[in-house]
């Protein structure tokens, strides 16, 4: 199974910091990672596939980039709403494995 | 819009076998796979397994000894069991639907998912 590590696993920012989260593959995946957004209770959410590709609604502050087994999710501009846990997820085979998760919280 | 939808029961006894049906409503049942993943409390997520409207099935090996996953196209309905539960399959349980990039670009993702329940093993 592809393993897949992101760094790091929580993160302390402020409203309008600008936040880089990393999910590194245990072998190279091409393109093919998503980034989802979850909060308690909530169904979680597409954020990027294709690593790079913006999801139809998700605001622009939010981007991804990467190839192979290097990837950055970024949020330009935190707002309060984006106060949640991230993961990262490859499609590149099955079975389907997602990173541990990262946690934005309030500084 | 489309919008999935988990049902069953919240607590389950060990041994037993747990059963959870996922509705889809707003789209079509079609050219998706649908999939059940779940997640741990405090832990991180773990993909079960999809079935295609055909029939057609992809479990983790993990699971696979225990799993099985239907669907009811009929219901717009798809339903996972999953036997000989112990405490460590205590989680929130998902349903979501995969893209399947019939164009050949080898795209796939997740684009909606369940809310999630939460089905707690415990006699």
């Known amino acids: 199974d592809i393993q897949l590590t992101q760094s790091p696993s929580f993160l302390s920012a402020s409203v309008g910091d600008r936040v880089t989260i990393t999910c590194r593959a245990s072998q190279g995946i091409s393109s093919y990672l998503a980034w989802y957004q979850t909060a308690p209770g909530k169904a979680p959410k597409l954020l990027i596939y294709a690593a790079s590709t913006l999801q139809s609604g998700v605001p622009s502050r939010f981007s991804g980039s990467g190839s192979g087994t290097a990837f950055t999710l970024t949020i330009s501009s935190l707002q309060p709403e984006d106060f949640a846990t991230y993961y990262c997820l490859q499609h590149n085979t099955y079975p389907r494995t997602f990173g541990q998760g990262t946690k934005v919280e309030i500084k | 819009q489309v919008q999935l939808q988990e049902s069953g029961p919240g607590l389950v006894k060990p041994s037993e076998t747990l059963s959870l049906t996922c509705t889809v409503s707003?789209?079509?049942?079609?050219?998706?796979?649908w999939s059940w993943i779940r997640q741990p409390p405090g832990k991180g997520l773990e993909w079960i397994g999809y079935?295609?409207?055909?029939?057609?099935?992809n479990y983790n090996s993990s699971l696979k000894s225990r799993v099985t996953i239907s669907i009811d196209t009929s219901k717009n309905q798809f339903s996972l069991r999953l036997s000989s539960v112990t405490a460590a399959d205590t989680a929130v349980y998902y349903c979501?639907?995969?893209?399947?990039?019939?164009?050949?670009?080898?795209?796939?993702?997740?684009?909606?998912w369940g809310q999630g329940t939460l089905v707690t093993v415990s006699s």
């Open positions: 979501a639907r995969e893209i399947v990039p019939w164009d050949g670009s080898g795209i796939f993702y997740f684009d909606s």
């Open positions: 707003g789209g079509s049942f079609s050219s998706y796979y």
């Open positions: 079935i295609y409207y055909s029939g057609t099935t």
